[in-house]
């Protein structure tokens, strides 16, 4: 019986898919299993890139990935990338511009081909990409063509967040975008990226109308796809903005907040 057929649910990783302590709650691969059994599609929407991203499995994840925070659709089982909102080089001379003025900061560069760069390498950033399992980047000495199209780029500013931040807004940052944060990276992404417009990208492809796509997310980086999406929740310990973007609150990422979505398309939805 097919009766989650022609439903998506699209959902954050870290902090929501998982728990706080970065583990998928066996409640909510439980229900996923269930869903996908009876015709839904899940799929998961992270800041993560492809390398980055380790938890792909055919059992839970059964439509494209949304990564890089939009900047790419990547279908693992077909093995390709779907549709791209990546920085181009065209973007370089803003680059630039930024570690010239701040040239104690490292940039981090996650190129569409799956390569990965780092100019001015701090121990900050060889945390970053051990933690991500990525031990294969380059150390550049320079900001090159062969770094583009990238997924995103990250600028690791330790303790000069809001420094970095003042200094983006004063300037013409051309065709890329950062995302306004508290903690030690800025991220840096194509104008043409963001997880509310990869919605309707990936609903587009799926031939699925959007508004029964269903999207939950915790953080920040997850409020233009609650404000964007027909159908929005986010966990009871999300983070103030994704609270008051949210059509609907439900139970905390601890407890499932996976499974209590997909209880409520069941009794509300079908």
């Known amino acids: 019986m097919n009766r989650f057929e022609g439903f998506v649910i699209v959902s954050d990783f870290d902090g929501t898919l998982t728990g706080t302590d970065g583990i998928i709650p066996e409640k909510n691969i439980e229900a996923i299993k269930y869903f996908i059994r009876r015709g839904g599609r899940f799929t998961v929407s992270t800041g993560r890139t492809y390398k980055g991203f380790h938890n792909y499995s ?4 059964n439509a494209p990935v949304l990564l890089g925070n939009g900047a790419d659709a990547f279908d693992y089982l077909e093995n390709k990338s779907i549709f791209s909102n990546a920085v181009e080089a065209d973007s370089i001379s803003v680059i630039e511009s930024i570690v010239s003025a701040f040239p ?15 100019l001015n390498p701090n121990e900050q950033s060889f945390r970053h990409f051990k933690g991500l399992r990525i031990d294969d980047y380059k150390i550049a000495d320079s900001i090159s063509e062969s770094m583009f199209p990238a997924v995103k780029i990250m600028l690791s500013v330790n303790e000069k967040t809001f420094e970095v931040q003042e200094f983006l807004r004063t300037i ?4 890329i975008k950062y995302i306004p944060c508290t903690g030690s990276y800025v991220e840096l992404l194509s104008k043409e990226a963001g997880k509310g417009k990869a919605l309707h990208q990936l609903s587009d492809h799926l031939g699925i109308p959007f508004g029964n796509i269903f999207a939950v997310g915790d953080g920040s980086n997850d409020v233009d796809m609650l404000s964007e999406a027909v159908n929005s929740f986010c966990p009871s310990g999300a983070d103030a903005l994704a609270l008051s973007a949210a059509k609907e609150i439900l139970c905390s990422s601890d407890d499932g907040v996976v499974a209590h979505l997909i209880s409520v398309i069941e009794e509300k939805f079908i």
């Not at 055919?58 to 994840?61: L, R, T, Y």
């Not at 104690?104 to 780092?118: G, L, R």
Request: hydrophobic share 40%; with cysteine.
């Open 58 to 61: 055919p059992e839970i994840i």
């Open 104 to 118: 104690q900061i490292a940039v981090e560069f996650f190129s569409c081909d799956k390569n990965s760069y780092v």
């Open 172 to 175: 013409d940052l051309g065709k």
